[in-house]
């Protein structure tokens, strides 16, 4: 019911949209503004602005955002034109824009907030769950019957047998924290998300993407609790810790990374219906950089799962040296695990040695990408991303090797954690400026760019 209800708003929008575009095409004698001294501004100073990517929210105001954002909202709906997500106009853009960045650094936050509640050894300390949630203990009583709980499960029994309240309570706050936290998120998407669609500034595009990322975000939940009650069963072995599966970690984990590049993404979409490109030759330039920056992303995302791996097997804290492994550069037992495919997933020895592989070709990637491209005619926007991209990239292998070598702190791991996600957005947005322009904007381009 309510998704064909949604998809009624959707439609609806578009046929609003395609008028709005009609509109705009008239006033402006259907001819899309492109550059900046089209806009009353000084072709210069609009170049001068595309050479750093500071903050997308923050800068919005500047030119060059303003100029792509406005130009895009000219630009009639064609085969040949850009077929935007917001069409309602530059100010509708932007509040989209920065509702989308907000609720993508709401997931940052709550992956953040996930990491150190997984080192705090916080996450098994709720031992029911509510899809709506429920108040936290107001009272001493109350509180007495939520540890009596905690008591019964294995973490307690094998763990924190004698913790006192006061340690329970504290364990208690982070879990449900947490867990608020991602309802809270729900709530500030649906909330603008409904606002939007009654406005009529979401396209049916748009709209059916967010539903599938609102979907995707209302399944985290289930997705964590499906994970923390594997923690709250008895090991197999009567000497192993209690732990939650590492594949429900690593499922719950990967679910967050991929909510959060959708919204980044799209976010970026809305803002910058197209990317920055004032010439043929940096078009030309984005695209060789392209033909390695989307190869390197997916092993960047394939690092950070397996990342996932080793936090589910607490792999960190077993051969805590560097370069070597102990005493060897591979360990014995890498393969001692039946079937052979478990060892990838379940060994610790093995998926510690995956991780720090992984990681070692990522730093590799990232600086043959920085190698590769410093000859390029490539746009000054690209160039600083790749820049930035290396120093993340050397930044998160510095963070894992110290949080190894510390025994993994409550803080390096975070900062480890936190590091991943950074990298990864880094490599969205490289993919997302060095995306092919429409043929709209290829057919108006110079063959090479204008000198000021």
Not at 111 to 130: A, E
Not at 322 to 348: L, Q
Request: aromatic fraction near 12%; hydrophobic fraction near 45%; include cysteine.
């Amino acid at each position: 019911m309510f998704g064909r209800q949604l998809v009624s708003i959707l439609r609806r929008n578009k046929l609003q949209n395609c008028f709005f575009n009609e509109s705009s095409s008239r006033v402006l004698n259907g001819r899309p503004r492109l550059f900046s001294s089209e806009l009353g501004g000084s072709s210069g100073a609009q170049r001068n602005a595309l050479y750093g990517f500071r903050s997308l929210i923050k800068d919005f105001h500047k030119p060059w955002l303003r100029n792509m954002s406005t130009t895009a909202t000219a630009t009639v709906e064609n085969k040949e034109g850009l077929k935007l997500l917001v069409t309602a106009g530059p100010r509708a853009q932007k509040m989209v824009g920065i509702w989308l960045f907000g609720s993508a650094a709401w997931v940052f936050s709550m992956v953040v907030l996930g990491g150190v509640t997984r080192l705090t050894r916080s996450g098994l300390s709720m031992t029911d769950w509510k899809f709506t949630g429920n108040l936290p203990p107001l009272s001493d009583e109350d509180w007495l019957a939520e540890f009596e709980k905690y008591k019964q499960s294995p973490e307690y029994k094998r763990v924190n047998k004698g913790m006192s309240i006061e340690d329970f309570k504290f364990i208690y706050w982070m879990e449900y924290a947490h867990r608020m936290w991602g309802r809270a998120l729900g709530i500030m998407f649906a909330l603008p998300f409904s606002y939007f669609l009654h406005k009529g500034y979401i396209t049916l595009r748009l709209g059916l993407r967010l539903s599938a990322l609102f979907g995707l975000g209302a399944g985290q939940g289930l997705i964590g609790w499906w994970m923390v009650k594997s923690g709250l069963e008895e090991p197999a072995s009567e000497y192993a810790q209690p732990r939650v599966s590492p594949y429900r970690l690593t499922a719950h984990l990967t679910s967050a990374f991929v909510i959060y590049c959708g919204l980044l993404w799209t976010a970026l979409s809305v803002v910058m219906p197209e990317p920055p490109a004032e010439s043929v030759a940096w078009v030309r330039g984005a695209a060789k950089v392209k033909r390695l920056a989307l190869p390197i992303s997916i092993l960047v995302g394939i690092t950070a799962v397996s990342g996932a791996f080793v936090a589910g097997n607490d792999a960190g804290h077993a051969y805590n040296t560097f370069p070597k492994m102990g005493d060897n550069w591979i360990p014995d037992d890498i393969f001692s695990m039946e079937p052979f495919i478990r060892n990838f997933f379940e060994n610790t020895s093995t998926v510690q040695l995956d991780h720090r592989i992984l990681a070692t070709a990522t730093l590799m990637s990232i600086g043959i990408l920085w190698w590769s491209t410093r000859k390029l005619d490539i746009h000054p926007a690209v160039r600083f991303l790749i820049g930035n991209t290396i120093g993340m990239a050397a930044l998160q292998v510095t963070l894992g090797i110290s949080t190894l070598l510390s025994y993994v702190p409550v803080s390096l791991g975070t900062a480890h954690q936190a590091g991943a996600l950074t990298l990864l957005s880094l490599m969205v947005l490289l993919n997302h400026t060095v995306r092919r322009p429409s043929m709209f904007l290829l057919k108006s381009l110079p063959p090479v760019t204008r000198t000021p």
